[in-house]
């Protein structure tokens, strides 16, 4: 069965270090997501895209982060300075379509989990 | 401000019994209404997805309802396994681009 993949699964980095996370979507997906979850508090939505550009994003999604598909298979999160509070697991997703009330499912990947010291 | 509020928030139950968890949630404009398990440091997986229309949906063990009007969701687990041990998260949509709004989950612990 397919299955979206992250890499790495766990990435220490030092405060201020520029990261990316890597995430592979499931092959005939079009939409992907982001999403961060804090040791101990809820999965939080960062931002969707589709056809090469964000759909949405949230508050969280400020200037330090960025995404990018910089080919046919992968799709990143770049954190430009990393914090402590950056601090947390980093799931990707991807689905087949988006649409205004559609029920397309979201796989989710394993995630990554990101430590800044 | 859209949010989605679980209870309880941990549950202990024996092996083998039932047990309901419940969600109740304040998102507009809501699109549908989802519920995922997720166990200790892995992604959130899909059990059930549901719009306004639909009052139930089950998935094997897993049975999810849907109260629109009063905006209050259940997942009911039958006959529990120990691998039920995760916890369980209720998700709305709110609207657009499947933008997806989490509760904070309920852990459930299946005891043998």
């Known amino acids: 069965e397919p299955e979206v993949t992250q890499t790495p699964s766990h990435q220490v980095t030092q405060m201020g270090q520029e990261v990316i996370l890597r995430c592979v979507p499931i092959?005939?997906?079009?939409?992907f997501y982001w999403y961060r979850q804090i040791l101990g508090q809820k999965v939080e939505f960062l931002v969707s895209?589709?056809?090469?550009?964000?759909?949405?994003k949230s508050e969280i999604f400020d200037d330090q982060f960025s995404v990018e598909r910089p080919d046919g298979s992968n799709f990143t999160l770049k954190i430009r300075s990393t914090k402590l509070e950056d601090s947390a697991m980093y799931f990707c997703?991807?689905?087949?379509?988006?649409?205004?009330?559609?029920?397309?499912?979201?796989?989710f990947g394993p995630g990554t989990r990101l430590t800044v010291t | 401000k859209n949010q989605v509020e679980q209870s309880p928030q941990s549950l202990i139950i024996l092996e083998g019994k039932n047990c309901t968890l419940q969600c109740n949630y304040t998102v507009s404009p809501f699109s549908n209404l989802r519920w995922y398990k997720q166990d200790t440091g892995r992604g959130p997986v899909s059990l059930t997805i549901?719009?306004?229309?639909?009052n139930t949906k089950s998935n094997g063990r897993y049975t999810a309802t849907l109260d629109a009007d009063t905006k209050q969701s259940s997942l009911h687990i039958t006959a529990s396994q120990l691998s039920d041990s995760a916890s369980y998260i209720c998700?709305?949509?709110?609207?657009?681009?499947?933008?997806?709004?989490f509760g904070a989950g309920t852990r459930l612990a299946v005891h043998p």
């Open positions: 998700v709305v949509s709110a609207g657009g681009y499947n933008k997806l709004i």
């Open positions: 997703a991807s689905s087949e379509v988006a649409r205004l009330a559609a029920t397309y499912e979201q796989y």
């Open positions: 549901m719009t306004f229309s639909e």
């Open positions: 895209f589709y056809n090469n550009e964000i759909s949405e």
């Open positions: 092959s005939n997906h079009l939409y």
